[in-house]
Every structure is written in structure tokens, then in C-alpha cells.
């Protein structure tokens, strides 16, 4: 399987600050070698809308074992896929893939079982989830190549999948949300197939291990454009297989765009808050009803929170130190709103204490306007301590 037209190839110089040092190093070392190498997917349909990319891939007719010589600092990894990762630092590194063909194996229920098997430049192009993703660039040349349409997409502000929509959604459902990500991302329309199948198919995506929708979650939710994102997984009927305990409210909305302020301004952000956000409503249900049989206000958050949690990790499984920050978050609520004379100082030093002060505050502008002055209260008492 591959394209059978020849490409389109356009030339283009990339704004020189765009591009990573590391990926244009890695694309020399591999092409010096004699290898055909390119850059490929996100990066260059970043580039092309003067986006900065947030990794740079590359793609390559070299073996994985053929790259991993070529760099000293290198490693072959692969779950799914062999690749390899060349290391610039502990947690730096460029992903190298070989081409690989777009023949897969599949389960019966249509679920890909194998597509390992490497292939050429215009193989590799159909595996590719959507035409705007689907973009090689010769760093040489300095030129765009397109099999499949992605530079008049990207023009056009559309997403078209490459190939059979339902059929590409059943190999692999995870590109249903890739698909509304980008769509808020890029302010592109998705196809009319792309539009119809995921309303369709959305409960493909309950078969998705919840260590993959992990990583998934943190793209769809940590970025500018967060309660776009999050309106439009309700509307596909996408976010009940990520998050089946949330409800949409004035709290989940303003902590994603407090979210995606804080990216805007370079601000940390950690996927515990916003976590913390989409379950509270669902802990505090737990705690009402536990509390009916459990006396100790203690026991009863804590048995709270865990069913909680286990009840999503079985969704979208969530890092045991996030996890437990959640959980620090919840517990702290009752006692800011105490505001106990002799621990305020303790609660100020408390390492949870901001996290936990900015979910306050959000709550107050939300879904609690009771706690306005608990609010002040604690902003109050920051500025003493300063
Ligand atoms: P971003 O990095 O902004 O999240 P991206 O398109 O670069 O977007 P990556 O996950 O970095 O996304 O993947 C790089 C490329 O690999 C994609 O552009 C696409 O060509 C291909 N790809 C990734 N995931 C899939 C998938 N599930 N199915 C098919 N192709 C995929
Ligand atoms: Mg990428």
C-alpha cells in the first residue's frame, strides 16, 4: 500500500529560530551517512503556519539499528514500534522512525496488531493519521513534500484523514481526539467524514489503555486553547471515556482557562490541578454519601478520594505522585476554609499550600461564591507572610 501520484514539492526556507539544533544535527549525521532523511508530521506543519513546534520528529530509510550506530548517545526503544531515540539530555531527545509501509495487521475488531513492517518514503505517508500531518521536509533541498494534499489543507484550515476515516478510527481510536486537538489548535474544520465517524465511534475509544490516554489527557488539556478542547470532546461524546465522573460547570471552565493563562504566560502547570478540578464535584458526591455512615470527617475524605481515583485510573491511569498532590489538594480545602488562627503559619509553609490556595480561589469564583472572603482571607495573610 502507498501513494501512486507523484508529490507535490514546494520550496521553503524556515524561519532559522523555528528549528531545533538538535533535530537539524541528528537530520545531518543520518543524511552524511548516505541515508535519504527528513522531517516529518507536527513539526513541519508547525513550521509552515510559523508555529514553534513542541518536538521535532524524523524520518528516515535507514534501520533503526543503522541510526543507533550513528549516534553514540542513542537508544532503541519501541513498544509498538522500533525507533530510536538520540539523547541531548536527560529528558532531550530527537525520535528517529524508519519508513515504514502502511501494510498492518489487525485483530477482528479491527484494533491494529502489527505495523512494523519498513517500507519506502511514500509508504510511510499513508500510515499517517491526517493530510496535514503527513509532511516531509528535506532540510537539504529545503523543500515540502506532500503525497497527499496536506499543503492545500493546511491552506484551507481542513483535516482530512488519510484514507478511510472509519476504518483508520477503528485501527486506532486515539486519533479521534488527536483529531478534535487539532482542530482547536490549528482553528481547522474537520471533514465531514472525520465529523460524522467520531460521533459514531467514540466508544472505541473505552478499548485504549489508560496509560496511553494518559499521556493523550496532558496534550489535550495543558496547552492554550484547553476548554475548547474539553467542550468538544462533550460534543463528540469523547470526554465520558477520559473522564466519566465530570460534568461540565463554571469551575472546570475557568480552571482550564486559568490552564491555558498560565502556559500564555510561562507559568509552571501541573496536570494534577486540572485533574484535581475535573474530579472535585465527583469527591464531594463520594464524601456526602460516606459520610453518612462514616463519623471521622478524616476517614471519610480519605476513603473519598480513593474511590475516586481508582474509579478514573481505570479510564485514564494517573501517576501515583499526581495522584497523591490530588488528593493533598482535596484535603487541604476543609482546612483553608477553617482558617484556624494557630495554623495559619503552618498551613502558609504547607509545600501544597499554593496549588491548593489557586483551587481555593477558582472555586470561590465559581462554583462556591460563599468563599469569596475565606479567599481573601488567605491572599490577605500571603502578603502578611511575605
Ligand atoms: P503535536 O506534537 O503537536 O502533539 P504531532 O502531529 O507532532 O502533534 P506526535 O504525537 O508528535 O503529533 O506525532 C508525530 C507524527 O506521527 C504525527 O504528525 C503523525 O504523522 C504521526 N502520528 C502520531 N500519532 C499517530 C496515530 N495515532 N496514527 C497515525 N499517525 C500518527
Ligand atoms: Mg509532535
Known amino acids: 500500500m502507498g501513494t501512486k501520484t507523484a508529490p507535490v514539492r514546494q520550496s521553503v526556507q524556515f524561519n532559522k529560530k523555528l528549528l ?45 539499528e543503522q541510526v543507533h550506530k550513528l549516534f553514540k548517545r542513542s537508544r532503541l526503544i519501541g513498544r509498538r514500534f522500533r525507533l530510536v531515540h538520540v539523547m541531548f539530555g536527560a529528558r532531550e531527545f530527537i525520535e528517529v522512525a524508519t519508513f515504514r509501509s502502511g ?16 517500507g519506502k518514503l511514500e509508504e510511510d505517508v499513508v500510515r499517517r493519521d491526517f493530510n496535514i500531518n503527513a509532511l516531509y521536509y528535506d532540510i537539504h533541498k529545503q523543500e515540502v513534500i506532500d503525497f497527499v494534499g496536506g499543503l492545500k489543507d493546511l491552506e484551507a484550515r481542513e483535516i482530512h484523514m488519510i484514507g478511510d476515516a472509519k476504518q483508520r478510527f477503528e485501527q486506532d481510536p486515539v486519533r479521534m481526539i488527536r483529531a478534535v486537538r487539532f482542530s482547536k489548535k490549528l482553528g481547522a474544520k474537520l471533514s465531514p467524514e472525520i465529523n460524522a465517524c467520531i460521533l459514531e465511534q467514540a466508544p472505541l475509544l473505552g478499548n485504549i489503555s489508560p496509560a496511553r490516554l494518559y ?90 478520594c480513593d474511590e475516586v ?17 490530588m488528593r493533598d489538594i482535596w484535603m487541604m480545602q476543609a482546612k483553608l476554609e477553617k482558617m484556624p488562627p494557630k495554623k495559619i503559619e503552618f498551613l502558609l509553609q504547607h509545600p501544597r499550600f499554593r496549588m491548593s490556595y489557586d483551587f481555593l480561589v477558582l472555586r470561590s469564583k465559581s462554583v462556591n461564591p460563599e468563599l469569596k472572603a475565606t479567599a481573601e482571607f488567605w491572599t490577605t495573610a500571603q502578603q502578611r507572610d511575605a
Not at 105 to 117: E, L, M, P, Y
Not at 252 to 257: D, F, L, S, Y
Request: aromatic share 12%.
Open 20 to 64: 531545533d539544533k538538535n533535530a537539524l544535527r541528528v537530520v545531518n549525521t543520518i543524511h552524511k551517512a548516505g541515508f535519504e532523511v527528513y522531517l516529518v508530521g507536527g513539526c513541519v506543519r508547525d513550521l509552515l503556519l510559523g508555529l514553534k513546534p513542541k518536538d521535532f520528529d524524523v524520518a528516515t530509510n535507514a534501520k533503526p
Open 103 to 118: 501494510k498492518v495487521q489487525t485483530a477482528k475488531n479491527g484494533v491494529i496488531t502489527n505495523d512494523n513492517c519498513y
Open 215 to 304: 499521556e493523550e489527557c496532558v496534550k489535550l488539556f495543558q496547552n492554550e486553547y484547553s476548554f475548547e478542547v474539553y467542550e468538544q470532546l462533550e460534543k463528540y461524546g469523547l470526554l465520558a471515556y477520559l473522564f466519566e465522573q465530570t460534568r461540565n460547570n463554571d469551575f472546570v471552565k475557568k480552571a482550564c482557562i486559568n490552564t491555558a493563562n498560565r502556559i500564555k504566560r510561562n507559568q509552571s502547570v501541573t496536570p494534577a490541578f486540572l485533574f484535581a478540578v475535573f474530579l472535585w464535584q465527583a469527591q464531594n458526591e463520594r464524601f456526602a454519601l460516606i459520610k453518612k455512615r462514616q463519623r471521622s470527617f478524616h476517614l471519610a475524605m480519605m476513603q473519598a
Open 309 to 325: 481515583i481508582m474509579r478514573q485510573i481505570k479510564q485514564v491511569s494517573i501517576p501515583r505522585y499526581l495522584s497523591a498532590r
